[in-house]
């Protein structure tokens, strides 16, 4: 669970890690393919972006690859993680093996799945100021929009931002300050719709002629 949780892979993609995925020289792990179910049982095929793609592997879980490279029997082709019978792994298997459901249930968090440990090695990455580009190559997805939907901003992470921007406007020594802009020009009906950061106030000619007011800030 605690390299699924610092590596934000899929429970699938952690069965199917195999011995010579890992490059403990640099310290990174080549996801090439993940466990999954098929009509004649449990089958490694590729990843679910179709893609391989390479996540590091932090400090904190090097003893333990060291470990589960040791306990195999030397083959490239071992698989790192084995369920209690020597098999693949998946999500039910890694349950039952971790007496997940029961854990859970005590802590009082019982809507907990083993999924979410993908959701919390995502959002330790982005607290961590990893930007959400390279964020959603280490987890392999698509498009910025479902990255986005992994990530859980904290109360604390919002105190925090609030707290930069204090100290950003500090600078000024006269505290923030805005500046009245204006600007005349043509514009078409369709612009004259969007968000009001502007004040479509004044019509200065016909009717697609007019003054824009906004703010802009005021550089120390």
């Known amino acids: 669970m605690l390299f699924a949780a610092c590596t934000a892979a899929r429970i699938g993609e952690v069965s199917g890690c195999r011995v010579k995925d890992i490059y403990a020289t640099g310290w990174k792990w080549t996801i090439r393919r993940q466990t999954t179910t098929s009509p004649g049982g449990l089958v490694?095929?590729?990843t679910k972006g179709k893609r391989a793609r390479t996540v590091p592997l932090i400090e904190e879980i090097h003893e333990l690859v060291r470990r589960r490279i040791t306990a195999t029997d030397g083959s490239p082709d071992a698989r790192l993680f084995t369920g209690p019978r020597g098999g693949r792994i998946t999500t039910a298997v890694l349950r039952d093996a971790t007496h997940w459901d029961e854990v859970v249930d005590k802590l009082g968090f019982e809507h907990l799945r083993l999924h979410d440990l993908r959701h919390t090695g995502l959002t330790w990455l982005a607290d961590a100021g990893v930007k959400?580009?390279?964020?959603?190559?280490?987890?392999?997805?698509?498009?910025?929009?479902?990255?986005?939907?992994?990530?859980?901003?904290?109360?604390?992470?919002?105190?925090?931002?609030?707290?930069?921007?204090?100290?950003?406007l500090r600078r000024s020594t006269d505290g923030p300050q805005l500046r009245v802009v204006r600007a005349a020009?043509?514009?078409?009906?369709?612009?004259?719709?969007?968000?009001?950061?502007?004040?479509?106030?004044?019509?200065?000619?016909p009717l697609n002629w007019v003054e824009l007011t906004g703010f802009e800030p005021v550089t120390p």
């Open 185 to 205: 020009g043509k514009i078409s009906r369709r612009t004259a719709r969007r968000p009001a950061t502007w004040d479509f106030s004044s019509v200065t000619g």
């Open 44 to 46: 490694d095929k590729g």
């Open 132 to 168: 959400v580009h390279d964020l959603r190559k280490i987890a392999g997805h698509a498009s910025l929009t479902t990255t986005e939907r992994y990530l859980h901003t904290s109360h604390q992470s919002v105190t925090d931002a609030g707290a930069l921007l204090s100290k950003h």
